[in-house]
């Protein structure tokens, strides 16, 4: 039930569950294309080995992640060589950081510890609409954040 008491309407449900269903899939990929464009931008170059590292995942993972990267046509990746992201990979990962750094500056805004805050916009960046993103970022602009509050 609702907090208010009103239980949503069957047609309401399954939309609900089809986005949070979309966003897990989506997950996987902007993260690793955030990953990616880091490391480009960090170190020059991104390797298979750098983003286990990162990931805290093996290799074989990272592999088998960047083939379906590639067949999605985000990233190009030569055996052995460097991870390049395509123009589609270089938008989804620039999205992905903004989103990131949105619902970091809100939950920072909040006051949220920034260890835990880290941790936390990692999943929540990925679950949010574009309107919830929206409105956190007006609640940072505007300055209505709990520190705010109390000076």
């Not at 590639?70 to 999205?95: C, E, F, N, Q, W």
């Amino acid at each position: 039930m609702a907090r208010s008491g009103h239980r949503p309407t069957d047609e309401q449900d399954p939309a609900r569950y089809r986005r949070t269903r979309a966003a897990h899939l989506d997950e996987t990929a902007e993260d690793y294309a955030e990953a990616i464009g880091e490391l480009i931008a960090s170190r020059g170059e991104a390797r298979v080995g750098d983003l286990a590292r990162l990931m805290g995942v093996s290799h074989v993972t990272v592999s088998r992640i960047i083939a379906r990267l590639k067949k999605a046509r985000l990233v190009t990746a030569a055996p052995y060589g460097p991870i390049s992201l395509t123009a589609a990979g270089k938008r989804m990962a620039d999205r992905a950081r903004r989103r990131h750094e949105s619902v970091l500056a809100f939950l920072l805004a909040i006051g949220v510890p920034r260890a835990q805050a880290e941790i936390d916009a990692e999943g929540i960046e990925h679950h949010v609409s574009a309107a919830t993103i929206r409105a956190m970022e007006r609640v940072v602009r505007r300055g209505n954040t709990r520190e705010s509050k109390s000076s």
